[in-house]
């Protein structure tokens, strides 16, 4: 994975952590998501998280491996 940020925007609520990296195109389909995460340091607003379901809210910040950036807006 090359470094880049990315701003997401979002109508509703929230999105899953799983929602997220299908929607960003880090994997292709959802069921990729649990190993995705279970393999890959990931922090949600600087925590580790391991939780495909975790609900992520707008202004919440996503770093994937020290290289992907992504920014939940709404």
């Known amino acids: 994975m090359s470094k880049n940020y990315q701003q997401i925007k979002i109508s509703t609520d929230y999105i899953t952590l799983g929602q997220l990296l299908k929607f960003a ?4 389909n959802g069921s990729e998501a649990k190993v995705f995460i279970l393999e890959n ?3 949600v607003d600087g925590e580790d998280c391991k939780m495909r379901g975790k609900k992520l809210r707008g202004g919440e910040k996503i770093e994937i491996n020290d290289s992907v950036f992504l920014e939940i807006t709404r």
Request: aromatic share 0%.
């Open 41 to 43: 340091k990931i922090l």
């Open 25 to 28: 195109s880090i994997i292709d």
